[in-house]
């Protein structure tokens, strides 16, 4: 689909928008959208990629064919870009905290580039499994819950789903990372566990259609000085600080 116009009604989100913004998008083809951790990815007919990162307060609306007219009655102020598409369709960038951004990249900034050119496997993907991630951690003496949260080593799993997944598998947030796998990075049993769990709470959260974090989603985040939900556990959830991020963990269940 061909990007027929662009409206950029701020000069910066989180960075400023870069050189001829406007100019290397219009006329161009969008060939495919990915996602890559928290980047979006648009991969353009000039070779060039759109990469769009939400921030904390970033989404984009879709308003089809037809509905332009009745919505620039109503402009919204956080509307910072809109991009109208060839079918008719606008597609709006609204951002309130303005923390998010938006940049082009070339084929060769994109290999460089020092986020994106470094990240590990994204969780979901065949390429994470016990053995990838036990390489990773092979030697690692920080605590599994931080070597998680390094997108080196696996790409957005987020603080929350981390310690969901550290729960369901058992673990406990605060033993070495290189515990999970043998002196040669070969996938130790719980590996294996760790890996599934990711999997599994990741799946699971993107099954669901509420947007609202909610307590009662979850088995341990948010959920300081509540009973453990595992089965004949009977242990009370707990909050430490990590890398500057609450970890919420059961210390009877979770080695």
């Not at 956080?78 to 998010?100: K, L």
């Not at 369901?168 to 290189?178: D, E, I, K, T, V």
């Amino acid at each position: 689909m061909r990007i027929a116009d662009v409206e950029v009604r701020r000069p910066d989100l989180r960075v400023p928008f870069p050189r001829r913004f406007r100019a290397r998008l219009v006329n161009q083809t969008v060939l495919s959208l990915t996602r890559r951790a928290k980047y979006l990815m648009a991969a353009l007919s000039s070779s060039e990629t759109l990469i769009v990162h939400l921030g904390m307060s970033g989404s984009f609306r879709v308003d089809s064919q037809g509905a332009g007219a009745d919505a620039a009655a109503d402009v919204d102020r956080h509307d910072h870009v809109v991009i109208h598409m060839s079918s008719g369709a606008a597609v709006t960038f609204n951002d309130p905290r303005r923390f998010g951004l938006m940049t082009l990249l070339t084929p060769a900034q994109l290999a460089r580039h020092p986020v994106l050119s470094r990240l590990g496997p994204e969780p979901l993907s065949p390429d994470f499994d016990a053995a990838a991630l036990a390489r990773a951690c092979r030697g690692r003496k920080t605590a599994l819950k931080v070597a998680l949260l390094d997108q080196r080593i696996v790409a957005g799993i987020g603080n929350i789903y981390t310690s969901e997944a550290l729960h369901r598998a058992g673990l406990s947030p605060f033993r070495r990372a290189s515990t999970i796998a043998t002196a040669s990075g070969a996938p130790r049993e719980a590996a294996e566990r760790l890996t599934e769990a990711i999997k599994h709470v990741l799946t699971t959260a993107i099954d669901r259609t509420s947007r609202t974090y909610r307590s009662s989603r979850f088995r341990v985040y948010d959920r300081e000085g509540e009973r453990c939900l595992r089965r004949r556990c009977g242990g009370v959830i707990r909050r430490r600080t990590q890398a500057g991020r609450s970890t919420f963990y059961c210390s009877v269940c979770q080695r």
